[in-house]
């Protein structure tokens, strides 16, 4: 259906105008297709709508189904109100990526007698034409999302094979555009860090490290408020952490590894919608890449590995050959403990 005469039973209810952007990104940085889906509500009042309703609650949200999207349950809200004649949208891809919300707002458009209308033109629902037409554009749309997010995927694995996939370096390196990784210019920053790894082999424990340098009151380095990575009169130094303490000892980085790939994506259903998390994969066997000798390092790869396995004996949650005292141990408090009734004077 391509007509601007909609009959009165559609424009004397309202219109809504769904407005969405995939990302925050795209939220600051492209203002000019804001503009062109908030001007639908102009559209819409020359079409014969009195009253229209501006959804921008997706703003900065993904149309995949991963994201809950509140301004889109809202829109179904008021389309299973009856209220609603007409959906507008700049373009059918914004709103829904994916076809079970596609085909879910499609069927209650039909239901409601409810028009669907974006740059193309107003589509009827109960029309088998236009059915079949949007239908295809919901698979359209769908397709090319999976499709945009693989090749994504595959150039980032590609480049990230060759070392040279950015990412954000940790505490005492710096990467500057256009060059190679390199130590932090600063030399306060690579003295604590060398002086973590020094006393973790002295102390043998993170929290005795924490404690040591608490004791002699070794800030950290915190943040940059301003300024390229060497710029020391922007960082910020505070009292150090014991958070801070481990992501060093149990980065790979510092070792001169460039790892990428050491997260992977879990994907569960809930309340009928999916959920993606993060979570650490269990080997460096899993990871995607693993590049040795990337960049220069603080210790060596040995060194890395011996203080691994000694967090991992530390810790009680882990599996370790060597049993705790206090988490099963064969000698559990031995020689410490004595019977109050033989001790006494009696």
């Known amino acids: 259906m391509r007509t601007t005469d909609l009959p009165a039973s559609i424009t004397s209810r309202a219109a809504a105008v769904y407005v969405r952007q995939s990302t925050p990104g795209q939220v600051h940085e492209n203002l000019e297709s804001q503009r062109r889906q908030y001007a639908l509500a102009d559209l819409a009042r020359s079409y014969g709508f009195h009253e229209v309703h501006v959804i921008d609650g997706d703003l900065g949200r993904s149309g995949s189904g991963l994201a809950e999207r509140p301004g889109f349950e809202h829109r179904v809200t008021l389309v299973c109100s009856g209220t609603i004649g007409a959906v507008f949208a700049l373009e059918a891809s914004r709103l829904a990526r994916n076809g079970r919300d596609w085909h879910r707002l499609v069927d209650l458009c039909g239901i409601v007698?409810?028009?669907?209308?974006?740059?193309?033109?107003?589509?009827?629902?109960?029309?088998?034409?236009?059915?079949?037409?949007?239908?295809?554009?919901?698979?359209?749309?769908?397709?090319?999302?999976?499709?945009?997010?693989?090749?994504?995927?595959?150039?980032?694995?590609?480049?990230?094979k060759r070392g040279e996939f950015r990412m954000q370096v940790p505490v005492g390196y710096v990467w500057p555009l256009g060059g190679q990784v390199e130590l932090d210019p600063d030399e306060r920053v690579q003295g604590l860090i060398r002086l973590v790894f020094q006393k973790f082999d002295e102390l043998g424990s993170g929290h005795k490290v924490l404690f040591w340098m608490r004791k002699h009151a070794v800030e950290f380095y915190g943040q940059q408020r301003t300024g390229?990575?060497?710029d020391k009169s922007t960082r910020l130094w505070r009292p150090t952490t014991y958070r801070q303490i481990l992501s060093i000892l149990k980065s790979p980085f510092y070792a001169g590894v460039y790892a990428f790939g050491k997260r992977e994506t879990k994907v569960t259903v809930s309340d009928g919608r999916a959920h993606k998390t993060m979570k650490n994969r269990a080997s460096e066997a899993d990871w995607t890449v693993r590049i040795a000798g990337h960049h220069p390092a603080y210790i060596d790869e040995a060194h890395y590995e011996r203080n691994r396995q000694r967090l991992a004996q530390n810790h009680f949650a882990e599996q370790s050959p060597n049993a705790k005292s206090a988490r099963g141990g064969r000698a559990l408090l031995a020689g410490l403990l004595r019977c109050a009734r033989c001790h006494s004077s009696e």
């Open 228 to 230: 390229g990575p060497g």
């Open 113 to 160: 007698d409810t028009r669907v209308i974006d740059g193309d033109g107003v589509y009827d629902p109960r029309r088998p034409n236009d059915r079949l037409l949007l239908g295809l554009k919901g698979t359209m749309s769908e397709f090319e999302l999976t499709l945009l997010h693989s090749r994504l995927a595959d150039a980032k694995t590609a480049k990230a």
